[in-house]
């Protein structure tokens, strides 16, 4: 019997002690996964990019909400004193897979006790949400958030009647939450954007058959309707005064894809900016816009390329093609001495810092204005580049026959033309090959490089 008895205690004692090593070595896990400041298992894991260390995120919101409302600006747990961001980044994926892996049964308690509703704050908003202000918010005498501008909500103040926030921008520069009424904040703009800011129209808005927005008219968002429009208030067209108005004078409520903000784009241009081909494009081995045609940009296609719509002559309905911004010029009215199709002939050599682009009485058309100082011509077995005007020369049916008969003068160092007073160390576009365009300004040179040029020629 006593024999019996030592087996059945050792039998029972082999489960507890493996239970016993199960459950340290599950700690010993739980422990890697341990967040820094509430020293237990993480929950929706944040990675801070500035030590690499890992918080739970509603731990890392009251470490942010403590030192905000302490007047003072949050900076990492992990001790590497670098600015917390009040918009957090995600939580880590890996992380969290990782757990619920390695400590599922862990994972399942820390979540059951933290399940809590997200509270409200004054208002109706809601903590770590969007806002933006809906006036100008003052300090004294002073503005020191303007109307309109983003922010995000840290939560309630400890009076009970004002909200802790942090706004994007103040415009005293500092980077100070400020403690504000719910009155005076409003949800953000749909689509991104902020009130007053200046937006371009991106298509043609028809409002009825008298009154529509051309495509590229320049506005101002002064409101929201709800859901996915914005009211836009349109600047008027410059227009004779005699000419019927066709911009509204009053707000326009249009969908945030029918606007965008304002900015240059790639290259420099601009939506429904008026542009021409600075060189003939090729599709595959055919011509399809002529170097010189005109266009309209229509937007940004990508980093490097713009959408344009080309008014080719030989189908007679707009084209669009996506273009490099080398590929296209300004466009603007020629002088009235000028038009288009007019033949000159360069009077003196027009360069690149280094090179010839076209010789002295090549004679070309011109094909159309680029700005008030510069044409875009076409010359003779030669690019088509844009040139100053007063490096022209005009010259009709018995200047060519002229022309013709008598031998090309090279002119002297003084009157040559250089894109750039001084030689520069970047690589210029090769004309020869059609890969660029010059612009002629009429700039002397050295004349000891003008002179190697020549002899090299």
Known sequence: LAQDFEQAESSSATPTRNWTAHMAEAEEVAELFCCGICEDLMLAPITLVCCGRSFCKECLRLWIKTNAQQGGIPRCPGGCTQKVPFRLPQHSIALRKAMEQLVPERLAVRVKEAEEEASECLGGFKAWGDIAASRDILYGSNIIVRQGSPGIIVGN??????????????????????????????????????????????????????????????????????????????????????????????????????????????????IAQRVQASMSLVVGSKVVVQAGCRGTVLAEFSDTRLTVVFETSETGTPSCFNVLPLEILPWCELPPHLPAGTFVKAAQHLMSPCTIIVHAGTKGTILGGVDPTLVFVSFENGPAVAAAINTLEQIGDEADEKLDNEETVVPDAGELSSIDAEPSDEETPDAEAGNGFACAVSTPINSSRVTAVLNAD
């Not at 002064?222 to 009053?250: H, M, W």
């Open 157 to 270: 103040c400890e009076d009970g009647c004002h909200l802790t926030v942090k706004f994007d921008e103040r415009e005293d520069g500092s980077e100070l939450c400020v403690n504000v009424v719910p009155e005076a904040l409003m949800l953000p703009l749909p689509g991104g954007f902020r009130l007053h800011q200046k937006v371009v129209a991106l298509y043609e808005l028809l409002l009825n058959s008298d009154m529509k927005v051309p495509l590229g008219s320049v506005g101002h968002i002064i409101g929201s309707l709800g859901g996915d429009r914005v009211t836009v208030l349109f600047e008027p067209a410059k227009q004779a005064a005699d000419e019927p108005r066709n911009i509204p004078e009053y707000p326009v409520s249009v969908n945030i894809r029918e606007v965008a903000a304002q900015r240059p784009l790639v290259g420099g241009f601009s």
